[in-house]
């Protein structure tokens, strides 16, 4: 299925179509402020079992994050953090970064595995926050880019829709996506670090 929304104001009966497949154990495809993500809720073991083997990855060893609504959602899923990476994070949320903090109890235990940290984003893209919120929980958040491999059907909603068709349950067409990651920034360090520049510069 694709569905097309639109960022400025997100129709709310495709929004329930979205809602209706992630409460189903189904994946969705969705656009963020960098790359297009793969997605479902990560409450469904299932499903994100289903994704970690499309990427040929073990969950608890992956990098793969996943999405917050905004900080307050954030934090139901992190241990309490310091003054310096709070307002980091408020003055570059949302915005094209992942930041890696250290995770709580809530966090799903197959995403922890030994490492006993998180990637959470919150991406300035009102689609994907809006459905965030109304679902309640965090989506998986994987991209469909291939950083060997850029080419056209990483930021052509449609022609994402066509490779993933047998795959994902459900395309959000958001417009055209970027082909430049996000920027992940190591916040369980003493000073936090970049450990991989992408799209976006950090105010610090």
Do not use: W
């Not at 417009?175 to 520049?197: A, E, H, K, M, W």
């Amino acid at each position: 299925m694709l569905i097309k929304l639109y960022e400025e104001n997100p129709n709310q009966r495709e929004i329930e179509k979205v809602l209706e497949v992630l409460r189903d154990g189904g994946i969705i495809i969705y656009p963020t402020d960098t790359v297009y993500g793969i997605g479902c809720d990560i409450t469904n073991v299932k499903a994100v079992e289903k994704i970690a083997h499309y990427k040929k990855v073990q969950i608890e060893k992956s990098n793969m994050s996943f999405i917050c609504s905004d900080l307050s959602h954030l934090s139901d899923y992190t241990k309490p953090i310091s003054n310096t990476v709070f307002k980091l994070l408020k003055r570059n949320l949302p915005g094209p970064f992942t930041f890696i903090l250290e995770a709580n109890s809530n966090v799903p235990k197959y995403f922890k595995g030994k490492k006993k940290t998180v990637g959470i984003r919150v991406p300035d893209n009102n689609i994907i926050r809006e459905i965030v919120r109304q679902l309640g929980n965090p989506i998986l958040s994987t991209s469909v880019y291939d950083e060997d491999t850029v080419i056209e059907y990483t930021t052509d909603p449609e022609l994402i829709h066509e490779k993933f068709d047998d795959f994902a349950d459900l395309v959000i067409d958001g417009g055209y996506g970027d082909n430049v990651p996000s920027t992940v920034i190591d916040c369980t360090v003493d000073l936090p670090v970049i450990i991989r520049q992408g799209k976006g510069i950090v105010q610090e």
